[in-house]
């Protein structure tokens, strides 16, 4: 079993930050691509920065010069720093992870979400 548990969200104003964090566990063989997306109401989820296992990063132009996603390998961790948040970027946040477990195929798992609101 796989589990990715997100931490980090939460209320802020507008131009503050939030770090979010999202831990991989359990029968883990290999981690390749992490990333994030989020989900605001009545809007489809989209991606918000995804990172290789290399470290090569890609962003969502609404976000670029804002956020930045690292990961670190050792833990199995991937994080999101968010600054200069906007109203606009209030959403659900979704971890997603490329994960090769043991004796098994790599496939996609998804943390549970955590609320980022942002007040005006």
């Known amino acids: 079993q796989v589990q990715l548990v997100e931490s980090g969200g939460g209320l802020v104003q507008a131009g503050g930050s939030l770090r979010l964090s999202c831990a991989a566990s359990g029968s883990i063989f290999s981690i390749n691509a992490m990333g994030w997306y989020r989900q605001a109401p009545g809007k489809q989820r989209e991606l918000v920065a995804a990172i290789t296992s290399g470290g090569s990063a890609n962003y969502a132009y609404s976000v670029k010069g804002r956020f930045t996603i690292s990961r670190d390998n050792a833990k199995n961790t991937v994080y999101l720093q968010m600054n200069s948040l906007k109203p606009e970027d209030t959403a659900v946040y979704y971890c997603?992870?490329?994960?090769?477990?043991?004796?098994?195929?790599?496939?996609?798992?998804w943390g549970q979400g955590t609320q980022v609101t942002v007040s005006s």
């Open positions: 997603n992870a490329a994960i090769e477990g043991w004796g098994t195929v790599s496939r996609d798992y």
